[in-house]
């Protein structure tokens, strides 16, 4: 997330995502982007203002709070739809690299960045940080009922995640050889039973 440069902190507007909880809030940071806010943190929580609280569930509830404590290791991700702009002389060369990861109860996917160093194992031998960020991301739920939401960046808890893997989408239909009937067919005799999309790859 690009926050400003020099002069005074900026005020930041996060979304937290814990098992339960979706926190939105602002805080004061001179950093560039959400991850090196949520890295850099000397405490292991952060303090929001201008919060909001929303409880996931049926009977879940909305609070409103001036202040809030939010403890870091609680938070499952942080989700940012402003565009990184990361500063010339900080820019590193890296990998895109689709991955699916799961934090339970979510699951991600989107794209990370690992270092051009042999292979995707190596890559991801050396994909280090307390918080890492997912860019063109898709998160949801099926536990909690939370539907697919899409963001610009999604900031992963690393501790929080149990499986991060290199994901490739796939088409269902590929392959098929399916093809448009021509003039005449299926005029006489039954009609051919519809063609059904093979079963999507839902795990993991």
Do not use: C
Request: charged share 20%; proline share 10%; hydrophobic share 40%.
């Amino acid at each position: 997330m690009l926050v400003g440069g020099g002069g005074g902190p900026n005020a930041v507007l996060l979304t937290l995502y814990t098992d339960a909880f979706v926190v939105r809030g602002q805080i004061p940071s001179r950093h560039r982007r959400v991850t090196d806010i949520l890295n850099s943190a000397e405490e292991p929580f952060l303090v929001l203002h201008d919060v909001t609280t929303d409880e996931f569930g049926t009977k879940g509830e909305t609070i409103k709070a001036e202040y809030a404590q939010v403890n870091l290791a609680t938070v499952l991700f942080a989700v940012v739809d402003t565009p990184i702009d990361p500063m010339p002389e900080l820019r590193s060369p890296k990998i895109e690299q689709q991955a699916r990861i799961a934090v339970p109860p979510f699951r991600i996917v989107g794209n990370i960045h690992l270092l051009p160093i042999g292979d995707a194992r190596a890559g991801l031998t050396e994909l280090q940080g307390r918080f890492i960020p997912v860019t063109d991301a898709t998160f949801w739920s099926d536990s909690l009922g939370e539907a697919r939401q899409t963001a610009l960046v999604v900031a992963i808890n690393h501790a929080r995640a149990q499986i991060l893997t290199p994901h490739v989408e796939v088409d269902p239909w590929a392959g098929l050889g399916l093809s448009t009937p021509t003039e005449g067919e299926g005029d006489a005799g039954e009609p051919s039973p519809p063609t059904e999309p093979p079963p999507a790859d839902l795990g993991w």
